[in-house]
């Protein structure tokens, strides 16, 4: 990224960082209402998750010319399992070693929705299912989608409110490319993106389909609970 653009983004964040401060709560912030919100939306998923043998997936198959797992259908999409080795590894505590590695081609994208709402500036989360969640269900940023699933190569929905992404209604905080965690995932970056929606724009989300609006001292406070912030909502959030 070119130092321009870093330090047009750093004067961004500092104007929007002394909004958010200017409208936050100022009384005590009690999350009680939200916990029990995120209980009853976990109580009442019928999803069922157990572990099973990889020879027993029928959606993935061993490509043996490739040398690796991946989807059976959409070469190339997803992400795909290979083998991995490591020589002279130094400052590690073994210089050499091998593992699997997951490969995705496409990075993600991971979105939080800002607006003020209500006197205060809010940000949208989700309650969003991931089956090696414990828990299951987490909060998580507004949109958090592979670009296969923005291209809808799975042949499912596309991501709500992913038009806000690009769109005259929106104004950009920041945009940034973090590496993902690199003791799993082969040179895999996520594109951290912090929208702030103009406040006439009407948007239609809701509890009942998992999101909510959140001040930023209530989100940070939620932090401090053990498996109810999914870790890509601080990495969104860090820069405020």
């Not at 019928?46 to 572990?51: F, R, Y």
């Not at 990889?54 to 290979?82: C, H, P, Q």
């Not at 414990?134 to 923005?150: E, F, R, V, W, Y």
């Not at 945009?175 to 690199?182: C, D, M």
Request: aromatic share 10%.
């Amino acid at each position: 990224m070119r130092q321009s653009l870093v330090d047009k983004y750093t004067g961004k964040i500092e104007k929007f960082r002394a909004m958010v401060n200017a409208c936050s709560p100022r009384d005590h912030v009690n999350i009680r209402s939200i916990l029990l919100w995120l209980h009853a939306r976990r109580k009442g998923a019928n999803t069922k998750t157990k572990l099973v043998p990889i020879s027993a997936l029928s959606d993935w198959v061993y490509d043996a010319e490739g040398g690796m797992i991946r989807y059976k259908r959409n070469e190339g999409y997803f992400f795909s399992v290979y083998g991995l080795t490591v020589e002279h590894a130094t400052d590690r505590e073994v210089t050499r070693w091998n593992q699997p590695i997951l490969v995705q081609k496409e990075g993600g994208v991971l979105v939080i929705l800002s607006q003020k709402r209500d006197g205060f500036i809010k940000f949208l989360l989700r309650a969003r299912y991931e089956p090696g969640n414990i828990h299951d269900i987490q909060l998580g940023p507004t949109i958090q989608a592979t670009q296969s699933n923005l291209k809808q190569h799975h042949a499912g929905k596309k991501p709500l409110f992913s038009k806000y992404i690009n769109h005259p209604k929106t104004t950009i905080i920041y945009s940034a490319k973090h590496n993902e965690e690199g003791g799993r995932f082969w040179r895999k970056s996520n594109t951290n993106i912090l929208l702030f929606l103009d406040s006439k724009e009407k948007i239609r989300a809701n509890n009942e389909d998992g999101f909510i609006w959140l001040t930023l001292p209530e989100i940070k406070k939620l932090m401090l609970c053990d498996h109810v912030v999914n870790p890509f909502v601080k990495t969104v959030l860090s820069p405020l």
